[in-house]
Antibody, heavy 116, light 113 residues
């Protein structure tokens, strides 16, 4: 069973870059055909798909984030990463990494607060 | 984007009674070639990540109790909890993975009456 764990700073200043890493265990991010996703949930609101990194190396991002998102992978560490630039308070949320087209395994989530 | 609309926003059901949640997509999420609807359901409890219940609209994830069932095709879908248990109190979300950006419904809160 694949397990995922998010890591990264819990506090980011406005206008700076949010950077999170998802470490995968129990499976390789470079084998098979899988979508490696980032999803977020602002407090009191619903779930928003941020984007995914596919095993082949292709990516797909939610246009709502207006080009601020970049995802990448480090196969040597079995990790994939999220970078979100020019953050504002609206980007404060719990950020999850998850695998699959339907998300059958999730990390526990990482709260990221954008505040000066 | 494919908009997902759930109804109701919340419902209260007595223990042992049936709970029914509806999800409607603004476009069909049925693949004619695959003959599958790209629709999933999740249960989300506070402090935990969402938990996959149903995928392909009606396939129950391994380990999910059989009181949870999914139905529907195309644009209209239903999640049914046949006999509500105390541990089923949660938010429930539908999710389409037919076309990016993948989108979720706004969530339905299920409580005990």
């Amino acid at each position: 069973q694949v397990q995922l764990q998010e890591s990264g700073p819990g506090l980011v200043k406005p206008s700076q870059t949010l950077a999170l890493t998802c470490t995968v265990s129990g499976g390789s991010i470079s084998s098979g055909s899988h979508y490696w996703n980032w999803i977020r949930q602002p407090a009191g609101r619903g779930l928003e798909w941020i984007g995914h990194f596919y095993t082949s190396g292709s990516t797909s991002y939610n246009p709502s984030l207006k080009g601020r998102v970049t995802m990448s992978a480090d196969t040597s560490k079995n990790q994939f990463s999220l970078r979100l630039t020019s953050v504002t308070a609206a980007d404060t949320a719990v950020y999850y990494c998850a695998v699959g087209a339907f998300f059958d395994a999730w990390g526990r989530g990482a709260l990221v607060t954008v505040s000066s | 984007d494919i908009e997902m609309t759930q109804s109701p926003d919340s419902l209260a059901v007595s223990l042992g009674e049936r709970a029914t949640i509806h999800c409607k997509s603004s476009q069909s999420v049925l693949s004619n070639s695959a003959n599958k609807s790209y629709l999933a359901w999740y249960q989300h409890k506070p402090g935990q990540p969402p938990n996959l219940l149903i995928y392909w609209a009606s396939t129950r994830e391994s380990g999910v109790p059989d009181r949870f069932s999914g139905s529907g095709s195309g644009t209209d879908f239903t999640l049914t909890i046949s006999s509500l248990q105390a541990e089923d109190v949660a938010l429930y979300y539908c999710h389409q993975y037919y076309r990016t950006p993948w989108t979720f419904g706004q969530g339905t809160k299920v409580e005990i009456k």
